[in-house]
């Protein structure tokens, strides 16, 4: 799934190519995805425009034409890239085509993501209700030890709670918390101050080590035969159950919270 570390590449990737271009057409050929795609108010809206800014909040990207926004999410397999007419491919749902030829190209297989028009992002009902950005200035330990106070929710689903801070995803928010050395299941509000500090700094360090990972495969948005963007990752907890810590040689466990497997090292991460 693309995670807040793939989104800003592929901003990043697409952006150079079509900033400041004018639109000449928009092509969908399946508007269903999560929310039907308003076709002819895209058009419309999109038609002879220019894009004034690309911009990323949480996992969703925003095209700025006119003051108003085209939001865009990659859903679970969603991916965009520059395109040329002749390389179309199945999947290959919605082309924003400009006046030089260029091809912003959206494939999306499994249809979760979304291409929705809003003339106030911040008001979107997808966007209103998100927390700080993890990369932002708000973000911090202290934020997250005020916002958990009282809170029981294991301190995974906390952090991965987009209404808390966007874009921590399953991956991520186990990296985090072994690098800071708190078991995922521990309540939210029983963390200690010090260690929603260490917490912050490793979130923060894992994205930015991702979207330095990420920039390596830049050139892949360029009419690339694979999927662009999507990048392995050095993972220490992530997927290496039943596998040797590398700081104690414990064994990786791995638990269920809330519907996901949770990976964790019993001797490096204590539960408050
Ligand atoms: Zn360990």
Partial sequence: MPELPEVE???????????????SSVIVRQPSLRWPVPVSLIKKKLQNKKIDNVSRRGKYLILTISNESLIIHLGMSGSLRISQKEDLKKHDHIDICFQDGTILRYCDPRRFGCFLWSEDPDSHFLLKDLGPEPLGNSFSGEYLFNSSRKRK???????????????????????ALYASGIKPSSPAGRIPKRKYEKLAIEIVN????????????????????NQPGYFKQNL??????????HKCMSVIKSQRIGQRASAFCPTCQTRF
């Fill in 206 to 225: 894992i994205l930015r080590q991702s979207i330095r990972d990420g920039g390596t495969t830049l050139r892949d948005f360029v009419g690339g035969n």
């Fill in 153 to 175: 929710t294991p301190v995974k689903n906390f952090i991965m709670n987009s209404k808390i801070v966007v874009g921590v995803g399953n991956i991520y928010a186990s990296e």
């Fill in 236 to 245: 220490k907890v992530y997927g290496r159950e039943g596998k040797e810590c």
């Fill in 9 to 23: 590449t592929t901003l990043r990737g697409i952006e150079p190519h079509i900033l400041g271009k004018i639109i």
